[in-house]
């Protein structure tokens, strides 16, 4: 049993070559886009449309709102026992998308960290809106000085996420976080797609003008009243926030998006550069990337 994992940079073709991938294996796709399971991001998020939905049959694309909690915690947890089910029909499953924290929920494996507590969570989030990510670093430097001095103390996620922890256990994160990847009955074989940076950075452009063709916009604005959800904090929607609130004009706003969406395609191969098992492919080689595939 192998489940192969696909993915690269936003931008860089994985759905269709993801969609030619398994119609050859004749298998399942898991989705590991962590924006793409919101149903309302018909535009921004780029899910595979319903003619490829149709030919190849897919997993967490849509089967959420964006008012819906999430967590990398969860999508191991779901799709170990989906994956149960697929590999009693399939020798073969395929995993497409870029969101690395999904994707190391199933290589390496999430810390049984105790559930989310609502109220905790939105303290803290109350916490960040009125005193700020700095007061809130300060605190977590006092509560888990190791985690604050290796940890990502850069993403506010990570701060949020490890002072929620503190709260609900009373314990430090840092002592809860065992670092151990954990064993799965299957094996993983990782394969990375790559292109040269200035034609990926054109797919990118491209791929911006054609969302906003499709009506970005429009949906952005049905979304506005949302833009506070954690789902919206996302590149293309949270740029066009900024220009309805009268930040800045279209133009700018467009051009934001161009240059935040290069700089997460960048971002991305960062982590997954982590990754020591990784196939590295240019995505322009599709005959050796399907090949490799097939035959591994």
């Known amino acids: 049993m192998k489940l ?14 993801s969609i030619r991938t398994a119609s050859r294996l004749h298998t399942e796709i898991i989705s590991c886009d962590s924006r793409q399971m919101y149903r309302e991001l018909q535009i921004g998020a780029a899910p595979p449309s319903a003619e490829q939905l149709a030919t190849v049959k897919h997993h967490f694309i849509g089967n959420l709102s964006i008012t819906d909690y999430y967590s990398a915690g969860r999508f191991e947890l779901d799709t170990i026992k989906l994956l149960d089910n697929l590999f009693i029909k399939y020798d073969k499953v395929l995993m ?40 809130l670093r300060t605190e977590l430097k006092n509560l888990d000085p190791d985690y604050y001095e290796t940890g990502d103390i850069v993403n506010p996620k990570r701060v949020l996420k490890a002072l929620e922890v503190i709260a609900q256990t009373g ?5 809860q976080r065992t670092g151990q990847a954990k064993q799965r009955p299957f094996d993983i074989v990782m394969v990375g797609l790559t292109m040269e940076r200035q034609q990926l950075y ?12 499709a009506g970005l916009e429009a949906e952005a604005r049905n979304l506005y009243k949302y833009k506070h959800l954690n ?8 740029e066009l926030f900024g220009y ?8 700018e706003a467009v051009r934001l998006i161009k240059r935040n969406s290069r700089r997460y395609a960048k971002k991305q191969m960062t982590w997954f550069n982590r990754y020591q098992q990784m196939h590295w492919f240019n995505r322009t080689n599709e005959d050796n990337i399907m090949d490799f595939i097939l035959n591994c």
Do not use: C, H, W
Request: no cysteine.
């Open 4 to 17: 192969i994992i696909l993915t690269g940079p936003t931008g860089i073709g994985k759905t269709d070559l």
């Open 96 to 135: 497409v998308g870029g969101s690395g924290m999904y994707i190391d929920a199933i290589v390496q494996g999430i810390d049984d960290l105790p559930t989310a507590n609502p109220e905790i969570r939105s303290q803290i989030m109350r916490r960040l809106e009125t005193e700020g990510i700095e007061t």
């Open 171 to 175: 314990k430090t994160y840092s002592s």
């Open 202 to 213: 054109n797919r990118i452009d491209s791929r911006v003008d054609a969302m906003l063709e």
């Open 231 to 238: 789902s919206l904090n996302t590149v293309g929607y949270k």
């Open 244 to 251: 309805f609130d009268g930040e800045y004009d279209f133009g």
